[in-house]
């Protein structure tokens, strides 16, 4: 019989809503005759039936997989599925040798996050099992076992030796990504994952960049789901829903903890993540001057490049060495025409009170000071040309933000993006960083073009 291949990603593996879901958005009739139809041990059983209340990424790809990898906002439900994952592999249907218990190794960033978390946490195995499938915890010997004789073994990541020895039909890994020594606690997983026909893994994770996530996540024989914070939101407080939301939607730090996204960190990248998470602020103070940099795309019709369109401004108090720049908006649109990447320029002016709108011209040169003209006259234009790459022009403005001179609001992770893309050999990404490039010239504008040059140290002989 051939083998379905693995379905590599899925958002709805099982449907796409839950019963639970279907049956709280009927009306009263139906809940009521739904709920007087099941007798006392249905009743009693009902809440723990997982793929009645869980949600589509909560629930394993149908198909043959070695590697089920759920990604997830903070609070999105990965420890809940986890925990039933095992739950699952414990009491289910999976065949073993007459006489054999199923055996699992649940690995977390630490011991105590295990115990905690993955055994004893709100959403953690002991909480979801029934009274009378709940395991045993044998504390000096770091395990759970089942009355039906299954047992798991309890691993910290910070001691991969550990996983030298015993053998396992599958694992639970909580938070891959966060891991100090993952690889070489993968690794040793990878040798004890040997009895029985076919031993799994489940991953449940916060995404970030790191080798051991992405390579996995790559393999043909893995397959993940993914769910935003806000997918669990019904079992989340709203007040937690409302201050994350206010303190990181918009942000890359917020793409990826929040929104449980994957976000590239391309080596040797100009920019780092931890860059520009340290660029936030809330408040923006009174700025001495403003400007809207626009990047115009060469052609304007569907499939063209985007125009660039980023507005900053600067506190110039004191010595330039000494001055702050914010950036404000990142206004860019996306195949537009030049009458309305023009508009979109001169509204972006008007509505942030700028000095000028600062233009390159390599691609378009006077016509693009006119075409911005044609929407407004007055409006002060400042062209300017690039005679450097790309790379060289960008370098002496991410060094702005080494030294914490840059500051973002928040909402930019488009442009944020593109700034992680940038390399010292070149841009890494696809298409034209038409965000980055209008970025580069704002601040070239605001902080570099008032700069004295340097002079040169005399080395001491």
Known sequence: ????????????????????????????????????????????????????????????????????????????????????????????????????????????????????????????????????????????????????????????????????????????????????????????????????????????????????????????????????????????????????RARYAGTRLGRQELDGLLMGETEGALWTSDMLHAAQVEEIPELSRIVVAVDPPVTGHEGSDECGIVVAGVVARGAPQHWRAYVLEDASVAAARPAQWAEAAVAAFERHGADRIVAEVNQGGDLVEAVLRQVDPLVPVKKVRASRGKAARAEPVAALYEQGRVRHVKGLGALEDQLAQMTQQGWEGTGSPDRLDALVWALHDLMLSAQPPRRPQMRSL
């Open 1 to 244: 019989m051939d083998r379905e291949a693995p379905r590599k990603s899925t958002s709805t593996p099982r449907g796409l809503r839950s019963g639970a879901a279907w049956i709280a958005s009927a009306d009263a009739d139906v809940q009521k005759r739904f709920l007087d139809e099941l007798d006392e041990g249905e009743l009693r059983a009902l809440p723990f039936l997982f793929e009645f209340w869980a949600m589509p990424h909560q629930l394993p790809p149908e198909g043959e997989w070695k590697s089920w990898v759920i990604l997830g906002g903070r609070g999105a439900g990965k420890s809940r599925a986890g925990s039933e994952w095992v739950r699952a592999e414990v009491e289910g249907p999976r065949p073993l040798a007459p006489g054999r218990c199923r055996r699992l190794a649940l690995v977390g960033e630490t011991f105590d996050q295990v115990r905690d978390v993955m055994i004893f946490g709100e959403s953690g195995i002991m909480a979801c099992s029934p009274p009378d499938r709940k395991p045993e915890w044998q504390a000096t010997r770091r395990r759970l076992v089942w009355p039906n004789g299954a047992e798991a073994q309890a691993f910290s990541a910070s001691e991969p030796e550990a996983l030298r020895g015993p053998q396992f039909d599958g694992a639970w890994l909580d938070e891959l990504a966060k891991w100090k020594k993952a690889e070489a606690t993968w690794d040793m997983l990878q040798f004890a994952l040997r009895l029985g026909d076919d031993p799994r893994i489940c991953v449940t994770t916060t995404p970030r960049n790191v080798g051991v996530l992405k390579r996995l996540l790559e393999a043909p024989s893995t397959v993940s789901t993914h769910a935003p914070t806000e997918a669990n939101r019904a079992n989340l407080a709203e007040s937690f829903l409302e201050e994350v």
